[in-house]
Each structure stands twice: as C-alpha cells, then as structure tokens.
C-alpha cells in the first residue's frame, strides 16, 4: 500500500466549494423549499420539491409556493392554487401572489442592477482568464 502523505489544508475558497458541493448530503432541517410556479408546466415544478420531501434528508422541510396573479384577484389566485396543490396531495406551508409580477422593473432599478453586476461581465475584448483571475 503507499502511504499518502500529510493532508494538505486547503484555502478559503476550496473550502468554501467543498462545503456547497456536499450541503445537500446532510439532513436539510425545518427549512423550506421555495416553488417559483411561472406558468403550468403539467405540475413537474411541484412534483420534484414534493420528492424532495419524501426523502429522510429533506422531510422536515416545508414547501412554500410563489405564483404570478392579478392584484385584483390575489384571494382568488391563491385559492386556486391550494385546490390545485389539495388534488396533488401536495402538503405546503405558503401560497404567495405575486400581484405586480408583470409590472416593468422602473429604470433607476435596472441601472442600479446593471451596475452591481457590472464587475462579473465578460465583454468581448476582455481575455476571459485574465477577467476569472480578477475575480477570485
């Protein structure tokens, strides 16, 4: 057999991978799964978090579902969302509508977003591992 050598300790950003690529080997605990439900894609967006939830890691989760409504029918939305999640047997912890889903972002929002994600952009005549090294 050969003998590995010391372990090697590793920097805080291998660290930090590792922690994220193995945090859903342990057991999830009472937190929840948020459902973003855009559009009916035959029931698969709450399918698989209802799986997920049928597992020991997961099972003490809660699932909260987010739709798109009409402001003036959020009672309506929400209440036809739990009879549709009711005839999938579907437990869930939270209907959310989201009445102004589809109002345009106001322009001060969206400089304001592209500024903050500005730094992680590749532009055309940026050598990309020069800009990934900039980022570590």
């Not at 972002?105 to 940026?126: G, S």
Request: proline share 4%; hydrophobic share 40%.
């Amino acid at each position: 057999k050969e003998s590995k050598g010391p372990a090697v300790p590793l920097n805080v950003a291998d660290q930090k991978l590792l922690e994220a690529s193995t945090q859903f080997q342990k057991k999830q605990g009472k937190n929840t799964i948020d459902v973003w439900w855009l559009f009916d894609d035959g029931g698969l967006t709450l399918l698989i978090p209802y799986l997920l939830t049928t597992k020991k890691k997961w099972k003490d989760c809660k699932i909260r579902v987010f739709i798109g409504g009409k402001i003036n029918r959020i009672d309506h939305d929400r209440r036809a969302m739990a009879t549709l999640l009711s005839k999938f047997r579907i437990d869930f912890s939270d209907i959310m509508v989201l009445g102004d889903i589809n109002t345009k972002p106001k322009k001060e929002n969206i400089v304001a977003f592209d500024e903050m994600i500005e730094p992680y952009r590749l532009h055309e005549d940026d050598k990309e591992q020069d800009i990934a090294d900039k980022m570590k």
